[in-house]
């Protein structure tokens, strides 16, 4: 009786839980087909005060001015090399003015323009919550951009993502990588709702926190540990993949050593292809499933290249692959 009666609590309260996540997913649909239907937003204060009309809570609000700067502004993307600024100033109450005024005009130029790099993406989400009386933060970082930085220690901080208190807890937000993607150095416009409350575990595969706080937050490894990992692209994110080795971004390979990957979360239908540096097709590896790991074996490479390993015909995750 203590069994069936544990049984049927379990079953109710995890019945409970999903039917509650389901709830909160439906609103938030709802949001985003509401958002679609916003046209001619003259300006921020016109955003602002349509957004606290149609919506009540903070999660939907904030879920709100995530949809429209994704469906909204285009990543800036520009070939061109910009010399760097230098900002001249007396004092740090100067330089706090100086930069305060350098991201108001960022925020105005991201709006007009409807174009922005990950701060003009960043600030106008930080504007819009602030006037929504929205708890947020801007976070500042760094992420990797290709293969060929593993194992090159960042030094400087070159990404700006969000975070939004709602719900009793803080939620990460990236704009940048939730309004579209880059194909063959062309943007290409996609509302990624999953980088809205962006699970953790994917995230510090990917952004790494300059402050303390969410480094911790993040429980995010060290710098040195986050510089050495494989380079991760956004359909990895997205997976279900863990890898189980090698961990590292590099790979040693010896005369005799066979070339492998051990994953986790692979269907055992999916499509795995890859290729290295100078390939022109595709090739296929071999593959062995037991249970729920894939062992996928590479043939070995005659020098130094990168692997690049596609699931499904999407580009996922990159290695070095050094030849000994």
Same mark, same amino acid.
């Given at each position: 009786?203590? *069994?069936?009666?544990?049984?049927? #609590? ?21 949001? %985003? ?8 937003? *003259? ?10 009309? %149609? ?27 910009? /010399? !760097?600024?230098?900002?001249?100033? @007396? ?6 003015? #100086? ?49 060929? @930085?593993?194992?090159?220690?960042? /030094?400087? *901080? ?29 943007? @290409? ?10 699970? *953790? ?7 790494? !926190? ?35 080795? !090698? ?19 692979? %269907? ?49 995750? @990159? ?6």
């Amino acid at each position: 009786m203590k *069994k069936s009666l544990i049984t049927f #609590l379990l079953f109710t309260v995890s019945t409970f839980i999903f039917s509650q996540e389901g709830v909160f997913d439906v609103k938030l649909t709802k949001v %985003d087909k509401i958002i679609h239907s916003y046209n001619n937003i *003259k300006s921020i204060n016109h955003l602002v005060e349509k957004i606290d009309y %149609d919506f009540e809570t903070n999660i939907e609000k904030a879920r709100a001015v995530y949809t429209w700067i994704a469906l909204n502004i285009a990543y800036e993307n520009s070939n061109v090399l910009f /010399s !760097p600024e230098f900002l001249i100033y @007396q004092n740090k109450e100067s330089l706090k003015r #100086l930069k305060d005024y350098k991201n108001r005009q960022t925020i105005v130029e991201a709006f007009e323009t409807k174009k922005a790099v990950c701060l003009g993406y960043a600030l106008l989400f930080n504007k819009v919550c602030n006037a929504l009386k929205i708890k947020n933060e801007l976070i500042y970082g760094y992420t990797r951009s290709s293969v060929e @930085q593993i194992g090159k220690i960042v /030094s400087n *901080k070159n990404h700006v993502w969000n975070a939004v208190y709602v719900e009793n807890e803080w939620k990460l937000i990236d704009l940048t990588y939730g309004a579209g993607y880059n194909y063959r150095g062309v943007w @290409q416009k996609y509302l990624d709702v999953s980088f809205f409350d962006v699970n *953790k575990d994917k995230l510090r595969l990917t952004h790494f !926190p300059s402050k303390v706080f969410w480094r911790k937050y993040l429980k995010q490894k060290p710098l040195k540990e986050f510089c050495n990992d494989p380079f991760f692209h956004d359909s990895f994110l997205t997976s279900n993949i863990e890898i189980i080795t !090698p961990k590292l971004g590099e790979i040693k390979v010896k005369k005799r050593e066979k070339l492998y990957l051990k994953l986790k979360g692979i %269907d055992k239908k999916a499509s795995i292809l890859y290729t290295y540096s100078n390939d022109k097709y595709l090739r296929v590896p071999h593959v062995k499933n037991t249970n729920s790991t894939s062992r996928i074996y590479f043939k070995k490479p005659k020098e130094n290249t990168n692997l690049n390993i596609y699931v499904n015909n999407e580009l996922v995750m @990159q290695y070095k692959v050094l030849v000994e």
